[in-house]
């Protein structure tokens, strides 16, 4: 019996993505291992970190790098670096009236439940333009809204076709107007892998202060890291910010265990052939579309960029009575072993991103047993 099992809950065929909800992504046994040999012993943690970050930044083609608790609070963070580089003087050492009257400037297209990272360091936060077309933000409106107490732009990052609404200015032409002030872009790439050139082209190709990275979905690291990449200058002063040191990033502890595993997963997926492992999801997406073809239930095609506009391709799966696609969740995930999968604006998916060898065929088997129930 398992360990979930000894507890009442059924371990889950992940069929949806790397959600933080259902634990993000698998690591590896060469992660695992390193991280089990991590724990036993203790280590100058910042000692580890000089180390560890050195050897991310070479890693991924950057000045500098930094481990830290997920990707929201290393915008937690970042955020208390863009303002102790607007005065001038520790955050530590800031009033509250100079940390509220900062001001962070969001896209309105970007604005999401990950931004607390800057709601919660209690700053102005700045919107700009509508998450549509009829009146996207300019470079005149994003030039506009600059003042002297404009502290950093939070960009969030997403390729052609994922989940972030239109809107917003164009990445490259942000950043050439923060240049222009001397103002921080920092960018919100949590799940902007594959391909693994966006470690260093978001920063080193197009400029940007740094990118934030989390480290327990694509990289397949622990889930409670992230990676922060990109300026020297920025990150000396992020990591007197980050933990163990005393400040707002000393409650956002990413243990020796995490550290290490997430330089191990990051090693690993730098040498990893992405074009093989795009072409695996290929193969199973072409499964499943096989599958329906024998079906009189289900029709099932192909969908390219996934909901995140990662060069993953999905299965978008449909019933041909129209039926409410509600049901097929609720079936698989009774289905022993557990499926899950979730609906997307009413539409159902089978992403295989975390699918391991040999899951695709129990999701074929679980679709064929619940015909019945759907007709």
């Given at each position: 019996?398992?360990?979930?099992?000894?507890?009442?809950?059924?371990?889950?065929?992940?069929?949806?993505?790397?959600?933080?909800?259902?634990?993000?992504?698998?690591?590896?046994?060469?992660?695992?291992?390193?991280?089990?040999?991590?724990?036993?012993?203790?280590?100058?943690?910042?000692?580890?970190?000089?180390?560890?970050?050195?050897?991310?930044?070479?890693?991924?083609?950057?000045?500098?790098?930094?481990?830290?608790?997920?990707?929201?609070?290393?915008?937690?963070?970042?955020?208390?670096?863009?303002?102790?580089?607007?005065?001038?003087?520790?955050?530590?050492?800031?009033?509250?009236?100079?940390?509220?009257?900062?001001?962070?400037?969001?896209?309105?297209?970007?604005?999401?439940?990950?931004?607390?990272?800057?709601?919660?360091?209690?700053?102005?936060?700045?919107?700009?333009?509508?998450?549509?077309?009829?009146?996207?933000?300019?470079?005149?409106?994003?030039?506009?809204?600059?003042?002297?107490?404009?502290?950093?732009?939070?960009?969030?990052?997403?390729?052609?076709?994922?989940?972030?609404?239109?809107?917003?200015?164009?990445?490259?032409?942000?950043?050439?107007?923060?240049?222009?002030?001397?103002?921080?872009?920092?960018?919100?790439?949590a799940a902007q892998l594959p391909y693994?050139?966006?470690?260093?082209?978001?920063?080193?190709?197009?400029?940007?202060?740094?990118?934030?990275?989390?480290?327990?979905?694509?990289?397949?690291?622990?889930?409670?890291?992230?990676?922060?990449?990109?300026?020297?200058?920025?990150?000396?002063?992020?990591?007197?910010?980050?933990?163990?040191?005393?400040?707002?990033?000393?409650?956002?502890?990413?243990?020796?265990?995490?550290?290490?595993?997430?330089?191990?997963?990051?090693?690993?997926?730098?040498?990893?052939?992405?074009?093989?492992?795009?072409?695996?999801?290929?193969?199973?997406?072409?499964?499943?579309?096989?599958?329906?073809?024998?079906?009189?239930?289900?029709?099932?095609?192909?969908?390219?960029?996934?909901?995140?506009?990662?060069?993953?391709?999905?299965?978008?799966?449909?019933?041909?009575?129209?039926?409410?696609?509600?049901?097929?969740?609720?079936?698989?995930?009774?289905?022993?072993?557990?499926?899950?999968?979730?609906?997307?604006?009413?539409?159902?998916?089978?992403?295989?991103?975390?699918?391991?060898?040999?899951?695709?065929?129990?999701?074929?088997?679980?679709?064929?047993q619940i015909q019945d129930k759907l007709?």
């Amino acid at each position: 019996m398992s360990i979930y099992e000894k507890l009442g809950i059924s371990p889950l065929i992940n069929a949806a993505g790397t959600y933080t909800a259902i634990g993000g992504s698998r690591m590896s046994e060469k992660t695992l291992s390193d991280m089990n040999e991590a724990a036993q012993s203790f280590v100058d943690i910042r000692k580890l970190q000089a180390s560890v970050n050195k050897r991310l930044a070479v890693l991924t083609n950057n000045e500098a790098a930094a481990v830290c608790n997920g990707a929201a609070s290393g915008l937690y963070i970042c955020c208390a670096t863009c303002i102790t580089l607007l005065y001038k003087k520790s955050y530590n050492y800031l009033s509250k009236k100079q940390i509220e009257e900062s001001e962070f400037i969001v896209f309105r297209a970007h604005r999401n439940p990950y931004d607390w990272g800057l709601r919660l360091m209690g700053v102005t936060v700045k919107e700009l333009g509508f998450p549509n077309i009829i009146q996207a933000a300019t470079a005149e409106e994003l030039e506009a809204s600059i003042s002297e107490k404009t502290a950093g732009i939070f960009f969030a990052y997403s390729a052609p076709h994922g989940w972030i609404a239109d809107g917003e200015l164009d990445l490259k032409s942000t950043i050439a107007i923060a240049k222009k002030y001397d103002i921080p872009v920092v960018v919100d790439a949590a799940a902007q892998l594959p391909y693994k050139e966006n470690l260093w082209h978001l920063t080193k190709d197009l400029g940007a202060t740094v990118a934030l990275f989390s480290g327990g979905k694509e990289l397949r690291g622990p889930q409670s890291s992230g990676l922060i990449v990109g300026e020297k200058k920025f990150l000396d002063t992020f990591v007197q910010h980050n933990f163990p040191n005393y400040g707002p990033g000393r409650m956002l502890k990413t243990g020796r265990e995490e550290i290490i595993g997430l330089l191990s997963a990051v090693e690993q997926y730098i040498a990893e052939d992405t074009e093989k492992r795009i072409q695996w999801c290929e193969e199973q997406v072409q499964k499943l579309i096989a599958f329906a073809q024998s079906s009189t239930v289900y029709d099932i095609v192909k969908s390219f960029p996934n909901e995140a506009g990662q060069p993953i391709p999905r299965a978008e799966i449909k019933l041909t009575n129209n039926q409410n696609l509600s049901s097929v969740v609720e079936l698989l995930a009774a289905h022993k072993p557990s499926i899950y999968t979730a609906l997307e604006r009413g539409l159902l998916f089978v992403n295989p991103t975390c699918l391991y060898e040999g899951e695709t065929e129990i999701i074929i088997q679980a679709l064929n047993q619940i015909q019945d129930k759907l007709k």
